[in-house]
């Protein structure tokens, strides 16, 4: 079975909604032998489900899932080599359009290339990104407990890595444990 993150459009769901989303999903899918709903993150405009499936079992289950909301995006999800600079653009553009865990592997991509001090540095960026996306499965406090990670691999890095404000994202994560709430921010 290959993997894939399903977006459908949201207009009435909260991160809390998501179990129930999952469920819901693995309800409406049930009869697929081939298919398995892993969970469901819920953003302010899309809901993400990680399914596996086979490629043919893919629009089927798309047409099952349709009762829940319009689909907007499929994602393959493959391991890719990625030149550096396209994984910290598309990085930028998951983590500012709440995709949050497709930001994480675009930025794993890049961690890959990384060594030293950059490395540590991706790695913090990426902690953040997780932390949105245990939010998203309603697992707040998991998030607020990976800033602690996150400030420590950004220590204290360059103000700057590309076109992403490091000193930024020191203050939001440093600002949301002090409120024990995740905030989110584009980067």
Known sequence: ???????????????????????????????????????????????????????????????????????????????????????IAEGIFYYNNERFWECHEAFEGVWNQCYGREKELVQGIILVAVAFAHEQENEESIGIGMLSRALEKLGTSPSMYHSIDVDRIRQKAKEMQKAKKLTRFEI
């Open 1 to 87: 079975m290959e993997r894939y993150l399903l977006h459908f459009k949201n207009e009435k769901y909260l991160p809390q909604n998501c179990r129930e989303l999952a469920y819901r999903a693995r309800d409406l899918a049930s009869e697929m032998k081939n298919v398995s709903v892993r969970l469901a993150r819920v953003a302010t405009k899309f809901i993400e489900f990680d399914v596996a499936a086979e490629k043919e079992d893919l629009d089927p289950l798309i047409e099952k899932l349709s009762p829940i909301g319009e689909l907007d995006n499929v994602r393959h999800v493959v391991e890719e080599h990625i030149d550096k600079e396209k994984g």
